[in-house]
């Protein structure tokens, strides 16, 4: 999943540079996003073998590139975030997050304002690592009786994301606050690292708000038209 979410950024970050080397400017930066997940449904098969509990709030970190040609905004932005959680014996390592293009339209522009909505199209997931605390092994032979030393269950699926996108330009830095929902409406189908399936995997939430603030380097040349 991280390999397709850096995929996902580094193709928007070059998009957001080519396109605005000819049209009215562009920005790309990186910085912390918070989400608010639902993970009940893990909770509840992590909590029958003595774990802790996930929390619902998720920091992560993330980047996005975006250029603004006229009055449209293209680019894309990816996130992710990882929590840990044990029991006496046993570590499980939740990773989610995700990566999208997106277009949207400059409703106000100014020097030192843009607010554009935009949506995103892309792929969003859970990863789940599963592996003993305790790493000793008495001997080789049995390692070789034993091999499974660590479990991994993966699910990707296709992610909308409407989001309202705030840019604050200051020369050429600046700050990008959005707020946005990843909507993930298929059925999640989990796979296992060896190339298997899992039957029926946890029960995970198929779609969660989010908030980010970039710090964004960039320029713009001629401002934005504000629509009314």
């Known amino acids: 999943m991280k390999k397709n979410v850096m995929a996902v950024l580094a193709a928007s970050l070059a998009l957001g540079v080519a396109l605005a080397k000819s049209g009215t400017g562009g920005f790309g930066g990186f910085g912390p996003t918070i989400s ?3 993970f009940s449904g893990l909770n509840d098969a992590l909590s029958h073998q003595g774990f802790d509990r996930l929390g619902s709030m998720n920091w992560g970190m993330g980047g996005a590139g975006y250029a603004f040609v006229r009055n449209v905004v293209i680019g894309g932005s990816g996130s992710g975030g990882v929590q840990i959680v044990a029991n006496d014996s046993v570590r499980c390592k939740v990773e989610f997050g995700g990566g999208q293009f997106e277009a949207g339209y400059v409703l106000f522009g100014n020097k030192h304002l843009i607010v554009a909505p935009v949506l995103g199209i892309g792929g969003a997931g859970y990863s789940i690592t599963i592996e003993p605390t305790r790493g000793d092994v008495p001997n080789f032979d049995s390692l070789l009786s034993h091999p499974g030393r660590k479990s991994e269950v993966t699910c990707s699926q296709i992610a909308l994301v409407p989001e309202l996108m705030i ?5 050429f830095v600046g700050a990008q606050l959005k707020a946005g929902y990843n909507f993930m409406p ?5 796979e296992l690292s060896d190339g298997g399936s ?3 995997g946890p029960r995970v939430a198929q779609g969660y708000p989010f908030l980010s603030l970039h710090i964004i380097f960039g320029g713009m040349g001629r401002q934005p038209e504000s629509r009314n």
């Not at 298929?186 to 989990?190: H, I, K, R, S, V």
């Open 198 to 200: 899992l039957n029926r």
């Open 36 to 38: 608010m997940i639902d």
């Open 186 to 190: 298929g059925a999640p189908t989990w």
């Open 167 to 171: 840019t604050v330009p200051v020369s």
